[in-house]
């Protein structure tokens, strides 16, 4: 897990994930919910879009990438 988590290549895959994020969507609502489209293939429940939201203004875009990757 801890591999995964500071392996160069996810850290590398999180930050060209949210870069993607940032050109398809300018809000950070909306580039939660096409990630979790993106990643799972389905919308975030309320509850899910409002931890990730707060993921997001603690930690950054990228280190909710690095999640969603490790999700699984």
Same mark, same amino acid.
């Given at each position: 897990?801890?591999?995964?988590?500071? =392996? +160069?290549?996810?850290?590398?895959? +999180?930050?060209?994930?949210?870069?993607?994020?940032?050109?398809? +969507?300018? /809000? /950070?609502? #909306?580039?939660?919910?096409?990630?979790?489209?993106?990643?799972? #293939?389905?919308?975030?429940?309320?509850?899910?879009?409002?931890?990730?939201? =707060?993921?997001?203004?603690?930690? #950054?875009? /990228?280190?909710?990438?690095?999640?969603?990757? =490790?999700?699984?």
């Amino acid at each position: 897990a801890l591999a995964l988590l500071n =392996n +160069s290549f996810l850290l590398d895959q +999180s930050r060209f994930f949210a870069e993607r994020l940032q050109q398809e +969507s300018r /809000t /950070t609502a #909306g580039q939660v919910d096409r990630a979790f489209r993106l990643a799972f #293939g389905r919308a975030p429940d309320a509850k899910e879009a409002q931890a990730a939201l =707060n993921l997001i203004a603690k930690h #950054g875009l /990228t280190a909710f990438c690095r999640a969603l990757l =490790n999700a699984n």
